[in-house]
């Protein structure tokens, strides 16, 4: 993976877009930090794929009862009343 600056980013992007549709990677970087990944559009799709898990998590009928004991932590109180 190449590190490029802003301002070679800048004066070469259609190069680097070509390159970069042809599978190359950059890393842009400002004052010496690098800031942002350039990569091919197909890569960014084939991480987010969905069903990778399915049929390996189980969630419970009574998934959304909680206990009474824990439900003590959440009791709604009125709100204080402003004098004015």
Known sequence: ???I???YAKTYLS???DDVSHGAEFIIGK???PIAKLVP???IASIRTGGQ???KIFISDDFDELPDSF????ILHDKPKIKR
């Open 41 to 43: 559009i197909q890569q």
């Open 71 to 74: 439900s003590k932590h959440f």
């Open 15 to 17: 190069k680097i877009l």
């Open 53 to 55: 898990l399915k049929g």
């Open 5 to 7: 600056n802003t301002h």
């Open 31 to 33: 004052a010496g930090k």
């Open 1 to 3: 993976m190449r590190v």
